[in-house]
T-cell receptor
Framework: TQLLEQSPQFLSIQEGENLTVYCNSS?????LQWYRQEPGEGPVLLVT?????EVKKLKRLTFQFGDARKDSSLHITAAQPGDTGLYLC????????FGQGTTLQVKP | GAVVSQHPSRVICKSGTSVKIECRSL??????MFWYRQFPKQSLMLMAT?????????EQGVEKDKFLINHASLTLSTLTVTSAHPEDSSFYIC???????????????FGPGTRLTVL
């Protein structure tokens, strides 16, 4: 059983398009994190969301934490080829557990 | 931000040999370190948690006698893959955090990963 369900798992879009990645769970979390990982490298923390309903923006990336603190979303506006990578949500349960990941490919 | 290094970055070994991977926190003391493995196009799967000076806690399904973890100092943890086989080929990533208790704002710092190929 996967603690964090991420969708979609694969996404291939054209440059300039918008996209949303979802991270869902039946559990309540004190916080959720989003990471981005490039091939052959470790994941890099993008954001931590802590408060239910919280919205954080990082340039063209918008992160939202659900009101019930069970889910989160990542929205990318006007995607660029440089956004290509593996996006991972993660939850603190005393240890950091990751969702399945979303592989994003942005074609020029 | 804090830096975590891993050595080696890539290793190729013959089946049946043992391989040691080092994880170092370069500018902070890591009370807790974590080891993950990642198969191609998949997410990170937690293998074990190690606290400095104590035995590692392994996740279900991870063989503790095959994946030996030592966290002998506050800046170094090692993962030894014993009697490696081709199915152990994977990307191994460590992470480190400084606090003992994981708060909602604690950050884990990830290493760059080690690519293990077993022939």
């Amino acid at each position: 059983t996967q603690l964090l369900e991420q969708s979609p798992q694969f996404l291939s879009i054209q440059e300039g398009e918008n996209l949303t990645v979802y991270c869902n769970s039946s559990s309540v979390f004190s916080s959720l994190q989003w990471y981005r990982q490039e091939p052959g490298e470790g994941p890099v923390l993008l954001v931590t969301v802590v408060t239910g309903g919280e919205v954080k923006k990082l340039k063209r990336l918008t992160f939202q934490f659900g009101d019930a603190r069970k889910d989160s979303s990542l929205h990318i506006t006007a995607a660029q080829p440089g956004d290509t990578g593996l996006y991972l949500c993660a939850a603190n349960t005393g240890k950091l557990i990751f969702g399945q990941g979303t592989t994003l490919q942005v074609k020029p | 931000g804090a830096v975590v290094s891993q050595h080696p970055s890539r290793v190729i070994c013959k089946s049946g040999t043992s391989v040691k991977i080092e994880c170092r926190s370069l500018d902070f003391q890591a009370t807790t370190m974590f080891w993950y493995r990642q198969f191609p196009k998949q997410s990170l799967m937690l293998m074990a948690t190690s606290n400095e000076g104590s035995k590692a806690t392994y996740e279900q399904g991870v063989e503790k006698d095959k994946f030996l973890i030592n966290h002998a100092s506050l800046t170094l943890s090692t993962l030894t893959v014993t009697s490696a086989h081709p199915e152990d080929s994977s990307f191994y990533i460590c992470s480190a955090r400084s606090g003992l208790r994981l708060s909602s704002t604690d950050t884990q710092y990830f290493g760059p990963g080690t690519r293990l190929t077993v022939l």
